[in-house]
């Protein structure tokens, strides 16, 4: 027997992927040099460390996190829009997080970064694609059992 994965769980597995990746960038961060001196001094890249700051920072990085839910329970209109728009923006997001970065990181970079974005355009294309008989289908699966 075969299994269907419904559109909405490959795309909330994406995603999750994608906040898991996207952490463990972040904390990985942390073991470059001089980086953690620069937050106990008070300064994430050449910003000063406040309560605006870190509150953005969590928005940020809330966003992946709460695609996991709403691709999962938006209808199948919302979602596919939703999912499209949230993965389009966070490219460029993405892609900003190289700035300024030497050639010595370009290999964790390339891996990094290059991961997020398969994951989000993985995402764009799954949306897009998603056919309508698809949603109608993984809906009354889910209401028979």
């Known amino acids: 027997m075969t299994t269907t994965i419904p559109v ?3 795309i909330a597995a994406a995603w999750t992927s994608f906040t898991l990746l996207y952490a463990y960038v972040d904390i ?3 073991f470059k040099p001089g980086v ?3 937050i106990l001094h008070g ?3 050449d910003f000063d460390v406040s309560a605006p700051l870190l509150t953005l920072m969590l928005a940020s990085v809330a966003i992946p996190s709460v695609m996991v839910f709403l691709s999962l ?3 199948a209109r919302a979602n596919r829009l939703t999912n499209i728009t949230v993965a389009i923006v966070l490219v460029p997001y993405t892609l900003f997080n190289v700035a300024g970065e030497s050639l010595e990181w370009a290999a964790f970079y390339a891996i990094s970064i290059g991961l997020e974005v ?3 355009v993985f995402i764009v294309r799954s949306a897009w694609t998603w056919r309508a008989s698809t ?3 993984a809906t009354a699966l889910s209401s028979v059992r």
Do not use: E, G, R
């Open 135 to 137: 949603a109608v289908a």
């Open 8 to 10: 909405q769980a490959k």
């Open 43 to 45: 300064k994430v890249w």
């Open 36 to 38: 953690l001196d620069s």
């Open 28 to 30: 990985l961060n942390f």
């Open 73 to 75: 329970v938006l209808p």
């Open 118 to 120: 398969a994951l989000l």
